[in-house]
């Protein structure tokens, strides 16, 4: 499964400082990039949002976006901010236990829906609203277990992206 899912999109972690095993693991397993956050200053911050853009830009398929804390921040930020034809590149998202303070003014956005489709994992039980604001299916740890964990739920968005390639392709070939 890890190997489809690899195929089928690049994988993007980020993270404020070093990640979680669980984390870890999926980056290690799936051949993810990881970029960690930075400092806290506005010059960090810019910097963090041309290395996604690059990274989706030189993407040769279709992005999905691990973040973790104030990674998950991060991902809404860049999301809401960034041009459409970078946006458009990504899949979804993965946001695993945002954080509610950390990261807030650093990447302060307008409260608008994410852009994709996006899951977020909660293990504290208080990311409720952040997730209804991202638009986010909210799922409790414990549901991501069940699925497969971070691999299960990135599979489920690669998954998403071949049906959905599929739909596109089917709806061409009618038009011949």
């Known amino acids: 499964m890890v190997a489809i899912a690899a195929a089928r999109c690049s994988v993007l972690a980020l993270s404020d400082g070093a990640p979680p095993p669980v984390l870890r693991e999926a980056v290690d397993r799936l051949r993810a990039t990881l970029l960690p956050l930075g400092r806290q200053t506005d010059g960090d911050r810019n910097l963090l949002g041309a290395r996604i853009d690059r990274f989706v830009g030189e993407a040769d398929r279709q992005v999905i976006l691990l973040a973790h804390g104030a990674g998950c921040r991060a991902a809404a930020w860049w999301a809401r901010l960034s041009p459409a034809h970078y946006v458009e590149r990504v899949a979804g998202a993965i946001l695993v236990n945002p954080t509610m303070e950390a990261g807030a003014d650093r990447f302060a956005s307008p409260a608008t829906l994410l852009p994709f489709r996006s899951v977020t994992v909660d293990r504290t039980g208080q990311i409720e609203a952040l997730a209804r604001e991202w638009g ?23 998954g998403a992206v071949v049906a959905h390639d599929v739909r596109t392709a089917e709806k061409l070939a009618r038009l011949r």
């Open 136 to 158: 986010s299916e909210l799922l409790a740890p414990e549901s991501a277990v069940r699925g497969g964990g971070l691999i299960g739920l990135i599979e489920r968005l690669s």
